[in-house]
C-alpha cells in the first residue's frame, strides 16, 4: 500500500519540525532547499528525463582512474 504524498507545506513542516529548537534560519533554509531539489529531481525521472544507472556508472568510470 502507498503513500499519500504530502503537499509541499506538509513536507516543509515535517522538515523543520525534525531540525533542532537551536536551528539557524539558514540551516532551515538549506533544509528546504535540499528538499526542492530533490522533489524536482523525483519529478525528471517520473518525466522520463532521468540518466540510467548503467549510464552514470560508466561516466564515472571516464572520470576515475583505473584501480
Do not use: C
Amino acid at each position: 500500500m502507498t503513500r499519500p504524498t504530502p503537499t509541499p507545506r506538509q513536507a516543509a513542516l515535517a522538515a523543520i519540525s525534525a531540525l533542532p529548537d537551536t536551528a539557524s534560519f539558514e540551516e532551515i533554509a538549506y533544509r528546504l532547499h535540499v528538499l526542492e531539489a530533490i522533489e524536482a529531481g523525483n519529478a525528471e525521472i517520473e518525466a522520463g528525463k532521468g540518466i540510467p544507472h548503467e549510464e552514470v556508472k560508466a561516466e564515472i568510470a571516464r572520470w576515475l582512474p583505473p584501480l
